[in-house]
C-alpha cells in the first residue's frame, strides 16, 4: 500500500457499527499505528447503525469529519447500506458446496432459525435448532440435543460474578435515580415512647433550597406519628416502620416531587 498513490488505494475495514477497538475507530481517533486519515479520504459507511449503537456510529463519524475526511453515510445516502447477511439464494448456495450433514443455526432469533429450517430441509440437509441452553452432542454417528443447563444474563457485581436477584437490582436504581433518605430514631421497647431523635439524612436525594424545611417536617411527622400510637407494650414495629416508611415518602413527594429510598431505622432499647 505505501507503494500506491493515495488515489489508487481502497481499504476495506470493519467498524461501522462503532466498536471501541475496531480498526475504523482507532483511525478517526488517530490511534491507528499503520493508517492515518488525511484531509480529502473518502470513508464509506456501508451500514445502518444497530439501536443502540447509534452513539458510538455519530463519534466515529465526528471523528472522522475532524480529520478531514469526506464521510458518507446512510443517513444522506440511503442506498450505500449493503447488509451483513447473506440472503437465502447465496445460503443455499454455502450449503450446497459444503454438504454439511447437520445444519444448527446458531445465530438471530427463533425466527430465523425457523426460516433456515423451512429452506434447508427441503433441500435434504438436517436442521438442529437450538434454544438458550441447550447442550448439543455430535459423535460419529448422530447429533442429538442431550439436556438442557441454566443459561441467561450473567451480572459481573464488582470483582467476582454474583446471583444478584431483581430485587437488588431494583434498589440500586432507584438509588441511582432519587438517592437515599434515612430516618433515625431511638424509642422505649416496653412502651414505645421516643427517647432520642429522629434524626434525618440523606444521600444523593435532591431536596429543595429549602433542606432544612424538608427535614423539621420529616421529623415532626414521625414524632406526630409514633406519639399517636400511645404507649403500649407488645408492638409490631415492622409494620411501624413500614408506616414510617410511607409518611415519609408522601411528604418527600409532596415538597420535592422526587422519590427517595425511604429507610427508617427505629432502634428499640
Not at 64 to 83: C, D, E, K, M, W
Request: hydrophobic content about 40%.
Amino acid at each position: 500500500m505505501n507503494l500506491l498513490p493515495d488515489h489508487e488505494v481502497t481499504i476495506i475495514t470493519i467498524g461501522s457499527q462503532g466498536e471501541p477497538l475496531s480498526a475504523l475507530t482507532r483511525m478517526a481517533m488517530g490511534d491507528h499505528r499503520q493508517i492515518q486519515i488525511q484531509e480529502g479520504d473518502t470513508v464509506v459507511m456501508s451500514s445502518t447503525p444497530i439501536p443502540g449503537n447509534e452513539d458510538t456510529v455519530w463519534r466515529v463519524i465526528n471523528n472522522l469529519f475532524r480529520q478531514g475526511a469526506n464521510v458518507i453515510y446512510t443517513s444522506h445516502r440511503p442506498n450505500i447500506h449493503v447488509s451483513g447477511h447473506g440472503n437465502q439464494e447465496e445460503l443455499k448456495m454455502v450449503a450446497n458446496l459444503t454438504r454439511p450433514r447437520y445444519i444448527v443455526p446458531v445465530h438471530g432469533e427463533y425466527r430465523h432459525q425457523e426460516l433456515w429450517r423451512r429452506m434447508a430441509e427441503p433441500m435434504g440437509f438436517p436442521v438442529i435448532k437450538l434454544e438458550n441452553g441447550h447442550v448439543l452432542e455430535l459423535d460419529e454417528e448422530e447429533g442429538r440435543i442431550t439436556e438442557k443447563v441454566a443459561a441467561g444474563d450473567v451480572i459481573v457485581d464488582g470483582s467476582g460474578i454474583s446471583d444478584v436477584e431483581d430485587v437488588v437490582l431494583r434498589d440500586r436504581w432507584h438509588l441511582s435515580q432519587d438517592g437515599i433518605f434515612v430516618v433515625v430514631c431511638t424509642v422505649d421497647a416496653t412502651t414505645g415512647r421516643i427517647i432520642a431523635g429522629p434524626d434525618c439524612i440523606s444521600r444523593g436525594a435532591i431536596l429543595t433550597t429549602e433542606e432544612e424545611e424538608v427535614y423539621d417536617e420529616a421529623k415532626g411527622r414521625v414524632v406526630q406519628f409514633l406519639e399517636d400510637l400511645g404507649e403500649a407494650s407488645g408492638r409490631d414495629w415492622a409494620a411501624i416502620r413500614q408506616d414510617v416508611r410511607r409518611t415519609v415518602n408522601k411528604l418527600l413527594q409532596q415538597k420535592t416531587g422526587r422519590r427517595p429510598m425511604v429507610v427508617p431505622v427505629i432502634m428499640e432499647i
